[in-house]
């Protein structure tokens, strides 16, 4: 693909996930010094990589997740948990995938993401007393 090619394809993959107002907003009030920045982004990380199909948007958001969580990269991690919910993520698939980051990235990094999941939840009006499936009793 022409690098044209793979900024539409790009742009059509970041407003999937994170929403066209996100995106037209980070798009929009780029400056001189970061205008660059966002085409890099939309071509490379969303065109290339989003844009590709071996793994779904799903799989990819819990790809993400993960490796956000194990850098510290908070803002980013909020940014992927509310890309995750659109792309259709469940709440058990989240909190497993979480768990999952406490066990292979340290206790820390699983409190963070459960702390910055909490809020991302509460922002979006999710109430996962009544949305979540009963746990897994541990026997």
């Given at each position: 693909?022409?690098?044209r ?52 948007d799903?799989?990819r ?9 194990a ?40 409190v ?28």
């Amino acid at each position: 693909m022409a690098d044209r090619e793979l900024y539409e394809v790009g742009l059509q993959s970041r407003k999937r996930v994170l929403g066209e107002a996100y995106v037209e907003n980070a798009i929009n009030n780029a400056d001189a010094f970061s205008k660059g920045f966002q085409a890099f982004l939309t071509e490379y990380c969303w065109g290339h990589i989003w844009g590709r199909t071996a793994l779904s948007d799903k799989q990819r958001s819990l790809n993400n997740l993960c490796l956000l969580s194990a850098l510290n990269r908070q803002h980013e991690f909020r940014t992927h948990l509310k890309g995750a919910i659109t792309n259709g993520c469940t709440l058990e698939e989240i909190r497993d995938t979480l768990m999952q980051v406490a066990v292979y990235c340290g206790v820390p990094a699983g409190v963070e993401a459960f702390r910055i999941a909490r809020e991302v939840f509460r922002e979006e009006k999710i109430d996962v007393d009544v949305l979540m499936q009963p746990p897994i009793d541990a026997a």
